[in-house]
Protein backbone atom coordinates (compact mmCIF):
# COMPACT_ATOMS: atom_id res chain seq x y z
CA UNK A 1 0.00 0.00 0.00
CA UNK A 2 1.16 3.64 -0.40
CA UNK A 3 1.77 5.71 2.48
CA UNK A 4 0.37 9.09 3.37
CA UNK A 5 0.81 11.81 5.69
CA UNK A 6 -1.41 14.84 5.32
CA UNK A 7 -0.55 18.16 6.44
CA UNK A 8 -1.65 21.64 6.20
CA UNK A 9 -4.50 21.78 8.52
CA UNK A 10 -5.27 24.59 11.16
CA UNK A 11 -7.66 27.47 12.43
CA UNK A 12 -9.36 29.63 10.00
CA UNK A 13 -12.31 32.37 10.11
CA UNK A 14 -15.20 31.24 8.81
CA UNK A 15 -14.71 32.66 5.03
CA UNK A 16 -11.29 31.90 4.42
CA UNK A 17 -9.28 29.07 2.90
CA UNK A 18 -6.79 26.41 3.50
CA UNK A 19 -4.58 23.97 1.36
CA UNK A 20 -4.42 20.71 2.48
CA UNK A 21 -1.35 18.59 1.65
CA UNK A 22 -0.62 14.78 0.96
CA UNK A 23 2.19 13.34 0.94
CA UNK A 24 2.46 9.87 -0.53
CA UNK A 25 5.80 7.16 -0.06
CA UNK A 26 5.91 3.67 -0.76
CA UNK A 27 3.79 2.19 -4.14
CA UNK A 28 3.53 3.89 -7.35
CA UNK A 29 1.18 7.41 -6.51
CA UNK A 30 0.02 7.67 -9.97
CA UNK A 31 -1.51 4.28 -10.25
CA UNK A 32 -3.93 5.26 -7.16
CA UNK A 33 -7.17 7.20 -7.37
CA UNK A 34 -6.74 9.69 -4.82
CA UNK A 35 -10.21 10.80 -2.56
CA UNK A 36 -10.36 13.26 0.73
CA UNK A 37 -12.82 12.09 3.04
CA UNK A 38 -13.66 14.38 6.92
CA UNK A 39 -14.88 13.16 9.56
CA UNK A 40 -16.10 14.47 13.06
CA UNK A 41 -16.89 13.04 16.24
CA UNK A 42 -19.77 10.86 16.84
CA UNK A 43 -20.51 10.92 13.12
CA UNK A 44 -19.58 9.11 10.28
CA UNK A 45 -16.14 9.39 7.43
CA UNK A 46 -18.21 11.80 5.26
CA UNK A 47 -17.01 11.63 1.42
CA UNK A 48 -15.74 15.14 0.01
CA UNK A 49 -14.08 14.35 -3.33
CA UNK A 50 -11.92 12.29 -5.95
CA UNK A 51 -9.23 13.02 -8.26
CA UNK A 52 -8.82 10.68 -11.15
CA UNK A 53 -4.81 8.67 -11.47
CA UNK A 54 -4.16 11.32 -14.18
CA UNK A 55 -5.81 14.42 -12.31
CA UNK A 56 -7.94 14.89 -15.29
CA UNK A 57 -10.92 14.23 -13.37
CA UNK A 58 -12.36 15.59 -10.29
CA UNK A 59 -15.87 14.82 -8.38
CA UNK A 60 -16.80 16.51 -5.52
CA UNK A 61 -19.66 15.72 -2.82
CA UNK A 62 -22.15 18.59 -2.72
CA UNK A 63 -21.52 20.12 0.28
CA UNK A 64 -18.32 21.58 -0.96
CA UNK A 65 -18.73 21.86 -4.94
CA UNK A 66 -17.56 24.93 -5.95
CA UNK A 67 -15.73 25.36 -2.87
CA UNK A 68 -13.11 23.00 -2.70
CA UNK A 69 -11.12 22.01 -5.57
CA UNK A 70 -8.62 18.79 -5.54
CA UNK A 71 -5.34 18.60 -7.31
CA UNK A 72 -2.62 16.10 -7.51
CA UNK A 73 1.19 16.27 -8.55
CA UNK A 74 1.98 12.82 -9.91
CA UNK A 75 5.85 14.20 -9.75
CA UNK A 76 5.94 14.75 -6.48
CA UNK A 77 3.35 12.12 -5.01
CA UNK A 78 1.32 14.62 -3.44
CA UNK A 79 -2.84 15.44 -3.79
CA UNK A 80 -3.57 18.92 -2.53
CA UNK A 81 -7.21 19.85 -1.50
CA UNK A 82 -7.66 23.34 -1.70
CA UNK A 83 -10.37 24.60 0.37
CA UNK A 84 -12.25 27.98 0.10
CA UNK A 85 -14.77 29.80 1.56
CA UNK A 86 -14.72 27.99 4.27
CA UNK A 87 -17.65 26.97 6.62
CA UNK A 88 -18.13 26.31 10.34
CA UNK A 89 -19.56 23.12 9.43
CA UNK A 90 -16.70 22.03 7.39
CA UNK A 91 -14.83 21.58 10.65
CA UNK A 92 -13.44 18.10 11.13
CA UNK A 93 -10.66 15.92 10.49
CA UNK A 94 -9.70 15.48 7.27
CA UNK A 95 -7.96 12.26 5.22
CA UNK A 96 -6.87 11.47 2.41
CA UNK A 97 -6.97 7.95 0.87
CA UNK A 98 -5.78 6.20 -1.87
CA UNK A 99 -7.58 3.62 -4.23
CA UNK A 100 -5.49 1.13 -5.70
CA UNK A 101 -7.32 -0.31 -8.54
CA UNK A 102 -8.92 3.07 -10.65
CA UNK A 103 -12.66 2.78 -9.16
CA UNK A 104 -14.86 5.29 -10.18
CA UNK A 105 -16.26 5.25 -6.01
CA UNK A 106 -17.02 7.57 -3.52
CA UNK A 107 -17.16 4.62 -0.61
CA UNK A 108 -14.81 5.20 1.91
CA UNK A 109 -14.53 0.88 2.34
CA UNK A 110 -13.02 1.16 -0.95
CA UNK A 111 -9.75 2.84 -0.29
CA UNK A 112 -7.53 1.15 1.17
CA UNK A 113 -4.47 3.42 2.19
CA UNK A 114 -5.07 6.21 4.74
CA UNK A 115 -3.29 8.97 6.30
CA UNK A 116 -3.49 10.00 9.90
CA UNK A 117 -5.79 12.87 9.40
CA UNK A 118 -5.17 17.03 10.14
CA UNK A 119 -7.55 18.84 11.82
CA UNK A 120 -9.52 21.87 10.12
CA UNK A 121 -11.70 23.94 12.53
CA UNK A 122 -13.35 26.80 10.95
CA UNK A 123 -14.63 29.77 13.49
CA UNK A 124 -17.53 31.47 12.97
Known amino acids: QVQLVESGGGLVQAGGSLRLSCAAS????????MGWFRQTPGKEREFVGTISRGGGSTYYADSVKGRFTISRDNAKNTVYLQMNSLKSEDTAVYYCAGEPWGQDTTDSADFRSWGQGTQVTVSS
Open 26 to 33: GRTFSNYV
